[in-house]
DNA sequence: CCTCCACTGGAAACCTAGGCTC
DNA sequence: GAGCCTAGGTTTCCAGTGGAGG
């Protein structure tokens, strides 16, 4: 059997960590450091906060803000494992749960994680959210525990409806509970979000309220440097390569995530270049690299009608660089579905589809009003029209969609 | 000032696919 | 098996609207 050599080399520079990593995970998402560089208020207010919940008092609740990629998330699970593990030194009957109420999604999802931090098996669905309360709170009150509950990017879950009921009944629970607590640590990055909730659902969360500014150059230079020790080879990252990460990132609201991505991207791509090291010109290709993989993969995994509206805003982007309105992105959409024997939805449905690719950036879409020539959204693409291409054209179904020619749409948008 | 276009976007109902309880 | 529940996507219906043209 033949031996391919180039694979064979990628394993091995692998398995002995390439030249560059000696660990990459340490530059991941979901890595929680040892130490949190300039956080240290944060921790120490944080943990104050919790700290009574050791020996079973009553612990006031909180809520965290400030932009993403400002560390709340790490600070947050960073308190709850020192709390949690502190807890079974002492032996107190103290849980903690984080839920990522995005991730999550519904109410029904989150009040399942919570159920399960205290080892209840719940269903994923078939049972109603009241009957899900019930048991969660029928089992802190037999165990007797003393929960601490990080909701975090607690926005998603009011965004949609004004469907608040969870958390009311969340800071309910908290005051009629009497042999167990639980205490509730709101993490959100959008400031206005309180004005979407009940007022009393405001004035429980927030008992305690922390706040996390944004990163500046050169404590996101301190962060990146104590994570670069760890991840890579000593003597492969070149000083000025990590100052242009903390410059990039700080010039976008001081984003630590971003710089994380930007180093591992950097790391990833001198790695795959052969390199002994990594450059500032790694960093430049790694943001270019960052920003076309959020969209390919953004288009890649997108539902197939949204695929097929991208495709019509494409195909009248040709004809009409300048924008193209709703009432013509259905005409074409509604023909390119007829091409593949797929029956359409409705006008008012892609109307939706277009305000979430809208969201996703993958268009830009706006509400104008041509008065005569009534009111509608003008459509643009978001993305390059290469990239469409590059990536929708591999799907099957999709590809020779690209081949089609519109009929003539019935043009005013100026 | 009034009309009226081509929609927008809210609300509610419907459908499917899952699951529980009795 | 009946009668509930869930999520998530969709359809149906419709009141509301910014502003060019009359």
Known sequence: MPLNQGLERIFDNFLTGGNIFVNRDVLGHDYIPENLPHRDEQIQRLGSIVAPSLSG???????????????????????????????RVVGSSLRVCYVNCRLAGTNYRVLADLCRSLSLEVPFTGIAVNELLKRYERRLESDR??????????????????????????????????????????VSNDLHFKEFLDARVVSCLSEEEVVFKPYSA??????LSERAREAFVPGSLVDSSLRLCSALAAREH???????????????????????????????????????????????????????????????????????????????????????????????????????????????????????????????????????VEVLSTDDMIGQLFSYEPKRVSRRAA
């Open 57 to 87: 008092s009553k612990v006031s609740n909180a809520f965290i803000y400030g932009k993403t990629g400002t560390g709340k998330t790490a600070v947050a699970k960073y308190v709850l494992s020192r709390l949690e593990a502190k807890s």
């Open 254 to 388: 001081g984003d630590a995530r971003r710089a994380l991505d930007l180093l591992r991207v950097a790391g990833e791509v001198a790695e795959r270049g052969g390199s002994k090291d990594v450059s500032e010109e790694h960093v430049r290709v790694a943001e270019h690299k960052i920003e076309h993989d959020r969209f390919t993969d953004a288009l890649r995994f997108l539902p197939l009608h949204q695929k097929i509206i991208l495709v019509s805003a494409f195909d009248l982007d040709k004809a009409y660089p300048e924008g193209s309105i709703t009432g013509d992105i259905y005409q074409v959409y509604a023909e390119l579905c007829n091409v593949v024997s797929l029956e359409p939805l409705t006008q008012r449905r892609i109307s939706g589809l277009l305000n979430e690719l809208d969201i996703m950036g993958l268009l830009n879409a706006r509400v104008v009003s041509f008065g005569r020539h009534g009111r509608t959204k003008k459509i643009r693409l978001g993305v390059p029209a290469s990239i469409i």
């Open 145 to 186: 525990v003393a929960e601490v509950i990080a909701l975090d990017e607690i926005d998603a879950l009011i965004k949609r409806k004004e469907d608040d009921s969870l958390l009311y009944e969340l800071t309910r629970l908290n005051e009629t509970l009497v042999g167990s607590s639980i205490s509730l640590i709101g």
């Open 218 to 223: 050169d404590e996101l230079y301190d962060i």
